[in-house]
């Protein structure tokens, strides 16, 4: 992934509309199959515009949904894999570089 991107995952059943974007939400019925590019509970959005994310977060850093880690966004998706196994040492995310710190306890 280019640095103008990043990967966003999403808690939210039907997804978020982000500066104008829609992430994919992470539906899912049961006996369904899980939806495509999903990952522990979350839908990823790959390529997403990093410049979007960081007004979008700007404006939204104290929200429900990013305090309670419903969206994230992390450098690419194998960083926001790593983020989502280890998880999350700090209560927001979103700032640069985009990539918390999995938590070590």
């Known amino acids: 992934m280019s640095n103008d991107t990043v990967t966003i995952a999403c808690k939210i059943r039907n997804g978020l509309n982000v500066g104008g974007i829609v992430v994919r ?3 899912h019925e049961a006996g369904q199959p899980l939806p495509p ?8 959005t790959e390529g997403f515009p990093k410049k979007v994310w960081d007004e979008w977060f700007r404006h939204n ?3 429900e949904v990013v305090t ?21 040492k700090r209560r927001t995310m979103g ?10 306890g």
């Not at 880690?69 to 894999?81: F, G, N």
């Not at 700032?95 to 070590?104: C, D, F, K, M, T």
């Open 95 to 104: 700032s640069i570089p985009y990539r918390a710190e999995p938590y070590r």
């Open 61 to 63: 850093q104290e929200g």
């Open 25 to 27: 939400g992470y539906f």
């Open 37 to 44: 590019n999903s990952f522990r509970g979350y839908a990823l």
């Open 68 to 88: 309670n880690k419903y969206i994230m966004a992390a450098a690419d998706t194998p960083a926001m894999k790593e983020l989502l196994i280890g998880g999350v």
